[in-house]
């Protein structure tokens, strides 16, 4: 489909262990996002991307958590040393522009749990 | 501190009936404000925006209503249906000096509507 698609859809690893999550943003779109949605909370915001580049990572937790984006395209969001606080569902979304608020179009999420 | 305030977790409406889900915000410089409905394992979508210089915005079934001295929106669903049961984000948009748009979400508040 035309959507933001993410990879993996579930990902269960053990504390310690390093985890990548893949966004493939919706072609066009130069601002990509990711969040992460604890159980109960609302969405919390961790780094935005214009093209390659992330003028705002000002979301990411800890220095454990980074994230690149390639050709203006896809994102991935490295976790190094997962513990088990980082379970969560990750959420990309991408948006065309700043027109009617900058609308973000959100992929599935991927839901990561840390044993 | 939250910016975007929920204060109800969940809320159980009768089909057909209206549905008015509300949300609160602190920060005067927001300049758009969204509603995002999420089923369960699937990413939030997008529904309906209002811009801060309006007061009302209609689409269909969905209003969004703006009160900015009182620094709260609420979304109208009328009549409500049974494939309106999700969780509903109210989400916050300002534009940083960079050009972007950031959202900050409300924590949700889950939707029933029953027979």
């Known amino acids: 489909g035309a959507g933001v698609s993410q990879s993996p859809s579930n990902k269960v690893t053990e504390k310690g262990k390093d985890v990548e999550l893949r966004c493939d943003p919706i072609s066009g779109h130069t601002a990509l996002y990711w969040y992460r949605q604890s159980l109960g909370q609302g969405l919390e915001f961790l780094i935005y991307f214009q093209g390659n580049s992330a003028p705002d990572k000002s979301g990411l937790p800890s220095d454990r958590f980074s994230a690149e984006r390639t050709g203006g395209s896809v994102s991935t969001l490295t976790i190094q040393r997962t513990q088990q606080e980082d379970s969560a569902v990750y959420l990309c979304?991408?948006?065309?522009?700043?027109?009617?608020?900058?609308?973000?179009?959100f992929g599935p999420g991927t839901r990561l749990l840390v044993l | 501190d939250q910016q975007v305030k929920q204060n109800s977790p969940s809320l159980s409406v009768q089909e057909g009936r209206i549905s008015i889900l509300n949300c609160d915000y602190t920060?005067?410089?927001?300049?758009?404000f969204l509603w995002y409905k999420k089923y369960p394992a699937e990413g939030p979508t997008f529904l309906i925006s209002i811009s801060s210089i309006k007061d009302k915005n209609e689409d269909g079934r969905f209003t969004v209503f703006l009160n900015k001295s009182a620094k709260h929106l609420s979304l109208h669903i009328v009549p409500s249906q049974p494939g309106d049961s999700a969780v509903y984000f109210c989400a916050a948009s300002f534009m940083f000096s960079g050009g972007y748009n950031k959202l900050i979400f409300g924590a949700g508040t889950r939707l029933a509507v029953h027979p």
């Open positions: 979304a991408s948006s065309l522009g700043l027109a009617g608020g900058g609308t973000q179009y």
């Open positions: 920060n005067s410089m927001f300049d758009y």
